[in-house]
Nanobody, 122 residues
Framework: QVQLVESGGGLVQAGGSLRLSCEAS????????MGWFRQAPGKEREFVAS????????YYGSFVKGRCTISRDNAKNTVYLQMNSLQPEDTAVYYC???????????????WGQGTQVTVSS
């Protein structure tokens, strides 16, 4: 059974940075694309970033504007999301998911982690 476990969330001041991690217990991790989404209270889940199985291709949501970098380490079964210049509007629960290909729609992902809370104070 595939399990995804996010970590690295927390409370940060505006302008600060966080690095989220998502560790997968999945023997097929290196053959799947991975992605990050976020969901704020009362809002729909929003695409943040996706990365191909090899790490050679990345895709970002339109709001990211260079503030985030997605990466992966297939030897560690882990995908990362580096977030810089965080703002209060970035406050949300951040989820990682697994997909067969790089994708920006949540319906293209078949497994999800439990999420990690990111709170940005002004």
């Amino acid at each position: 059974q595939v399990q995804l476990v996010e970590s690295g969330g927390g409370l940060v001041q505006a302008g600060g940075s966080l690095r989220l991690s998502c560790e997968a217990s999945d023997p097929t991790f290196s053959t799947h694309a991975m992605g990050w989404f976020r969901q704020a209270p009362g809002k729909e889940r929003e695409f943040v970033a996706s990365i191909s199985w090899s790490g050679g291709t990345t895709y970002y949501g339109s709001f990211v504007k260079g503030r985030c970098t997605i990466s992966r380490d297939n030897a560690k079964n882990t995908v990362y999301l580096q977030m810089n210049s965080l703002q209060p509007e970035d406050t949300a629960v951040y989820y990682c998911g697994r997909s067969t290909q790089i994708a920006g729609r949540s319906l293209d992902y078949d497994y999800w982690g439990q999420g990690t809370q990111v709170t940005v104070s002004s």
